[in-house]
């Protein structure tokens, strides 16, 4: 059977789709801006004929319907990101929390630790081998759907055709829905003031060499970085994500990966976050190569590239350097995601430079302003990168490079960093913890 029968003997309705999913099975959900709506409204809408299914997923994009209490015992998630679309119901117990590095998220499944029965997923037209590409979402989806035992599949006309390892074959899916609607965008929004982000995005930039391999977390932040690069040279892009960012720099001869140590000349990516201008660029573009997120992040991958650098966020950071960035105290709030797994591999880089950016303040409902540099971490706080991997801590303020420092010399330069209203509160609380 030629490629076009074989996909055409497959096509099928969403709603005759969904019906493979059993009472009692563990679903993989394809997601970021990837999700399958379709399929996934579908399933909500069968929902009421299963119990307890379970429904693994990282960061999802879009509305949550899959979450809501009346789905109870019916479907139930089982998230090892915690999205904005999933929160609350992570927070009052109707959906679980798997915490993980992204590195080792698809292997998860690949190793069989949490065996699928089946994965929704979203690819974009074959091309006339049959082969799908995955598109905007690549790392996290490939060996999870590949560990499945059926996979159902929105094929999307609008899908962008990533390259790299990013392909799987029509006689892979088990039922195959067509589809046409654009990608859903997602800008990187502010996460504070527009003059605070800029003057954090001028440190980093100030800390990125000529010929500098990057990552750049999801954020406002990381993505404002990307605007203070173009006096630099040959920049290189090794990332679990990217956006919009990217364009300007790679048309103004900035970005080149010429000097990257590993798969020179390429962007390497698990997936993208982005508008469609981003979508339409990416497509069969083949200075972009999208890789399983086991690869990507991989630290020991990420620390063959000389110049490493990496850019990360944090909810906030103690005075002896702890890093908090999946939980507001005990309360869960996102996860670990890549952060850990590209902080430790650009501090094993050659001329590795690890940071951790954030504002020095977050305001409150109530309009006051509490400092993100802490004497001590909330009670219940998570520690996602510990002291011993931290190095540079950056705020509006300036630059605190914590490597190599005693408690003493690093509870000094974040106090410097904070904002200059705690100051006097944050030296009484070290004198009192014996840090000064």
């Known amino acids: 059977m030629n490629a076009a029968s074989l996909y055409q003997s497959r096509v099928t309705t969403a709603e005759e789709a969904v019906k493979v999913v059993k009472s009692g099975n563990r679903v993989f959900l394809t997601g970021n801006v990837s999700v399958p709506k379709t399929l996934l409204a579908a399933l909500v809408n069968y929902a009421p004929s299963l119990q307890d299914v379970e429904i693994c997923q990282a960061l999802t994009v879009g509305a949550a319907d899959y979450v809501s209490e009346k789905m109870e015992g019916h479907l139930r998630v089982n998230s090892m ?14 959906a679980d929390f798997t915490p993980v590095l992204l590195s080792e998220f698809p292997l998860l499944f690949k190793r069989g630790v949490l065996p699928v029965d089946v994965a929704l997923i979203h690819v974009s037209t074959p091309d006339e081998h049959g082969f799908c590409s995955l598109g905007v979402e690549v790392g996290l989806t490939k060996s999870a759907a590949e560990s499945a035992k059926i996979i159902v599949a929105e094929v999307n006309e609008q899908m962008p055709r990533t390259l790299g390892d990013a392909f799987i074959h029509i006689s892979r899916l088990t039922h195959i829905v067509p589809v046409n609607y654009p990608i859903p965008e997602h800008r990187m929004t502010a996460e504070g003031d527009d003059e605070i982000i800029k003057n954090i995005a001028g440190h980093v930039a100030s800390l990125i060499p000529d010929g500098a391999t990057m990552q750049l977390g999801i954020g406002s932040i990381p993505d404002a970085v990307l605007k203070f690069l173009m006096d630099k040279r040959d920049l290189g892009i090794h990332t679990e994500l990217f956006s919009d960012g990217v364009i300007d720099l790679v048309n103004a001869g900035v970005l080149t990966n010429a000097r990257k140590s590993i798969h020179p000349g390429k962007i390497v990516a698990g997936f ?141 330069a974040l106090i410097k960093v904070a904002n200059p209203i705690f100051h006097e509160e944050l030296q009484k609380q070290a004198k009192d913890l014996h840090y000064l």
């Open 81 to 94: 990101f915690i999205s904005a679309n999933i929160r609350k119901a992570v927070q009052e117990g109707r």
């Open 272 to 412: 993208i976050l982005g508008t469609s201008k981003l979508y339409g660029w990416v497509n069969d573009n083949p200075m972009v190569e999208m890789h399983p997120t086991e690869y990507v992040n991989d630290p020991f991958v990420i620390a063959q590239n000389d110049r490493m650098v990496a850019v990360n966020s944090a909810i906030e950071v103690d005075l002896t350097g702890q890093v908090c960035a999946d939980s507001i105290g005990p309360k869960l709030y996102s996860g670990v995601g890549g952060q850990l797994d590209f902080i430790y591999g650009a501090s094993r880089s050659k001329g590795g430079v690890p940071v951790i950016a954030l504002p020095s303040t977050a305001v409150m409902r109530d309009g006051s302003k509490v400092s993100k540099i802490t004497a001590m971490l909330k009670h219940g706080a998570g520690v996602v990168t510990s002291r011993n991997h931290v190095r540079f801590v950056v705020t509006e303020y300036g630059i605190a490079d914590l490597y190599g420092k005693t408690i003493r010399q690093r509870a000094q």
